[in-house]
């Protein structure tokens, strides 16, 4: 595996966030001086063939994008109706980035537990959520927010109208999962047992 074709994947799978050189760098293990000629070198290899990426640009980071060319191909299929193509994993997703926004697509990944750029992305191009600013951390990672559509979609008149999210303790849960919930009552601010302490507490009374 040459690296152009790790520096392909790895922009593949980073999605609109992109890559800078310095991150490309430490995931390949190239010395980061020498990014920008691989990066052209893929830029080169994209543009000479028919296929549908490229490569952009902008803010010190590497996006790949699909070509100019396919853009109304690619238009079609996202202006098919939103009510058919919402997966599962879009709609969690959509609720995460509306409750939690503005949010990162990291911070998404680990509240799904799985990644989410693919998912993100189709959610902008239906044009529920959009790019809303980036977070003042290493990298700047770009924050999402929802849009006036998805407030229309929804049948919103603002972001306050969001119904509340329900008390984990209104939830209907069965034997088991209560069970499991119980243990959490049972533990502090420090992660110790208050049983342990109510024991103490019993143990020294009895004395």
Do not use: C
């Not at 430490?26 to 070198?41: R, S």
């Not at 599962?88 to 989410?116: F, H, K």
């Amino acid at each position: 595996m040459n690296a152009i074709s790790q520096i392909e994947a790895l922009l593949f799978v980073a999605g609109e966030d992109g890559l800078s050189a310095a991150e490309l760098a430490k995931l390949t293990d190239y010395d980061k001086g020498a990014i920008p000629g691989l990066v052209d070198e893929l830029w080169q290899k994209l543009n000479d063939n028919e296929g549908p990426l490229t490569i952009r640009s902008a803010d010190g980071r590497y996006v790949l994008v699909t070509k100019p060319a396919f853009g109304k191909v690619v238009s079609a299929y996202f202006d098919l109706p939103v009510n058919s193509k919402l997966t599962q994993p879009q709609l969690e997703t959509l609720v995460i980035i509306a409750y939690q926004q503005p949010i990162t697509r990291v911070e998404i990944d680990q509240i799904r537990g799985v990644r989410s750029a693919g998912t993100i992305q189709k959610l902008q191009l239906h044009q529920l959520i959009e790019a809303v600013g980036r977070k003042e951390e290493i990298g700047r990672p770009i924050l999402y927010g929802t849009t006036a559509d998805f407030l229309d979609y929804f049948g919103l008149g603002s972001l306050g109208d969001l119904p509340e999210l329900p008390d984990i303790h209104d939830v209907i849960l069965s034997d088991e999962q209560r069970d499991e919930l119980a243990l959490f009552d049972d533990i502090d601010e420090n992660g110790d047992k208050l049983a342990d302490e109510k024991e103490s507490e019993q143990s020294r009374e009895s004395d």
